[in-house]
Nanobody, 112 residues
Framework: QVQLVESGGGLVQPGGSLRLSCAAS????????MGWYRQAPGKQRELVAT???????TYADSVKGRFTISRDNAKNTVFLQMNSLKPEDTAVYYC??????WGPGTQVTVSS
């Protein structure tokens, strides 16, 4: 059974940085397609970034150049480095694994 647990969320001022981590367990992590989604209050959940087994990444236009997704297969962990954070990045961030596993989410709040 696949389990995903996020960590690293919190409150940060605009322009600041946070690094989210997602620890995965339950099956072969190194070949898994992983990603991060987010959901702001009153909005639909949206894709933020994905990373495949060979390290190829994709990003939502709204985070390109500011966020970086990476993975450490030896530690079964995927990361989301978030820089130059904006108030509109405030959301619950969810770790995701193909074909449809989800973590419980971690809150990110960007506010002065």
């Amino acid at each position: 059974q696949v389990q995903l647990v996020e960590s690293g969320g919190g409150l940060v001022q605009p322009g600041g940085s946070l690094r989210l981590s997602c620890a995965a367990s339950g099956s072969i992590f190194s070949i898994a397609v992983m990603g991060w989604y987010r959901q702001a209050p009153g909005k639909q959940r949206e894709l933020v970034a994905t990373i495949v087994s060979d390290g190829i990444t994709t990003y939502a236009d709204s985070v390109k150049g500011r966020f970086t997704i990476s993975r450490d297969n030896a530690k079964n962990t995927v990361f989301l480095q978030m820089n130059s954070l904006k108030p509109e990045d405030t959301a619950v961030y969810y770790c995701w694994r193909l074909p449809g596993y989800w973590g419980p989410g971690t809150q990110v709040t960007v506010s002065s």
